[in-house]
């Protein structure tokens, strides 16, 4: 009778519950098992040697209680700009319900701009998951240095939504050679320019 959760009438022999019942506490998880022993008194009140037992099986049945949660409430990640579509980034992501069956199933969604340059999987999800995270496009530092977005886990229940942070920034990598600003300078000067005047600025 782990923490007295149950507690026996000694003349009615009513068995009620005494405190909160909890599935998801693992003491609860599997069910009570509670042994009770009938004894018989003596003409002077005193318990004989009359005894009888028998036992009570309980079972606590889950009810949907619980929203998915990601193991923590921000992730970030640096990776090289070229880095490979398919590479999967070192995020290390855990969702969880902790309901059983049915009431553990949700779906897990990744959100902001620029959020299909990446592809999460599983996304269907029943009881508990690693959320990998991979480059879905050639990405490239010059334009999109940094991304930022909202990683949501939500069950068919309203309310019941998991939320985490997700930021990646990307490496600067050298993969760019020099370039003009033009690919032709082309200008007049008058004969009597004079020496020193700035007649163009190469960039
Ligand atoms: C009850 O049990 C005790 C201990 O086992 C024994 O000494 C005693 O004789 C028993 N009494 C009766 C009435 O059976
Ligand atoms: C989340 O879970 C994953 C997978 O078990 C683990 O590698 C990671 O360290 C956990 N993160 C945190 C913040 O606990
Ligand atoms: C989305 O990201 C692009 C590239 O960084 C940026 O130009 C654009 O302004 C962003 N849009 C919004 C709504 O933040
Ligand atoms: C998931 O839940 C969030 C927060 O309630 C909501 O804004 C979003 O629209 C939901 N996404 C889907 C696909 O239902
Ligand atoms: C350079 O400019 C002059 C005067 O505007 C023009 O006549 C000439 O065709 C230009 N040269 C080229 C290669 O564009
Ligand atoms: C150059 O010649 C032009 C045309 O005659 C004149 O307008 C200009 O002032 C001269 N510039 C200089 C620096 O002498």
Redesign the pocket.
Known sequence: NTNSIFALDYISGALTLNGPLDRENPFYSAGFILTVKGTELNDDRTPSNATVTTTFNILVIDINDNAPEF??SEYSVAIPELAQVGFALPL???VQDKDEGPNSIFEVYLVGNNSNHFIISPTSIQGKA?IRVRVAVPLDFETIPRYEFSLFANESVPDHVGFARVKINLINENDNRPVFSKVLYNISLFENTTVGTTVLQVH
């Open positions: 193991n923590s290390f992501i855990q690693d």
